[in-house]
T-cell receptor, first 112, second 113 residues
Framework: RKEVEQDPGPFNVPEGATVAFNCTYS??????FFWYRQDCRKEPKLLMS???SGNEDGRFTAQLNRASQYISLLIRDSKLSDSATYLC?????????????FGQGTELSVKP | DVKVTQSSRYLVKRTGEKVFLECVQD?????MFWYRQDPGLGLRLIYF???????EKGDIPEGYSVSREKKERFSLILESASTNQTSMYLC????????????FGNGTRLTVT
């Protein structure tokens, strides 16, 4: 089992749609969770951290479910500019210091 | 704002050359990382360093080495470049104490011919 797994995608949605991505992780002791966004041929950029109680930033909502060991990202009212690859990131096993593990990424394409 | 700077945006090297990729961060972060990213394979960790002169192998260290002589600088070395090392290389840094996210440089696209 991979340490961090994401929905394979691609997700093709119309403008204005609501779309959700899930990401499962294998290390129950993980404490840090993030969603990154990566545009084509660019470096990943932090979209949002994920907190235990869940958190929202405008149209984006992140949730953490420790019991089932997954995090989710919800995007409401999708815009064309949301088209990108979304990467789920989780800190690694104990003893690996600050090592973060990336999921493979989920590609989102928002169409007019 | 954290700044991670990679020395080259694009690089073309010949097979067998020794290649140095440099990365500098300005936030006094203890942890620094080198990833490569290839289509369909996602980001794969090559090496990381959790302090000066300290390093640890990532998932794909073969054919690479690293150097961290100063806290702000983390170098990736391809001892003898090969065509299968053609890739996008991304450097990142992080403060593990605060649990901060990774901050990436803008990447080096290396082509080995």
């Amino acid at each position: 089992r991979k340490e961090v797994e994401q929905d394979p995608g691609p997700f093709n949605v119309p403008e204005g749609a609501t779309v959700a991505f899930n990401c499962t992780y294998s290390n129950s002791a993980s404490q840090s969770f993030f969603w990154y966004r990566q545009d084509c041929r660019k470096e990943p950029k932090l979209l949002m951290s994920v907190y235990s109680s869940g958190n929202e930033d405008g149209r984006f909502t992140a949730q953490l479910n420790r019991a089932s060991q997954y995090i989710s990202l919800l995007i409401r009212d999708s815009k064309l500019s949301d088209s990108a690859t979304y990467l789920c990131v989780v800190n690694g096993r104990e003893g690996q210091g600050g090592k973060l593990i990336f999921g493979q990424g989920t590609e989102l394409s928002v169409k007019p | 704002d954290v700044k991670v700077t990679q020395s080259s945006r694009y690089l073309v090297k010949r097979t067998g050359e020794k290649v140095f990729l440099e990365c500098v961060q300005d936030m006094d972060h203890e942890n620094m990382f080198w990833y490569r990213q290839d289509p369909g394979l996602g980001l794969r960790l090559i090496y990381f360093s959790y302090d000066v002169k300290m390093k640890e192998k990532g998932d794909i260290p073969e054919g690479y080495s690293v150097s961290r002589e100063k806290k702000e600088r983390f170098s990736l070395i391809l001892e003898s470049a090969s065509t299968n090392q053609t890739s996008m290389y991304l450097c990142a840094s992080r403060d593990p104490v605060t649990g901060s996210p990774l901050h990436f440089g803008n990447g080096t696209r290396l082509t080995v011919t």
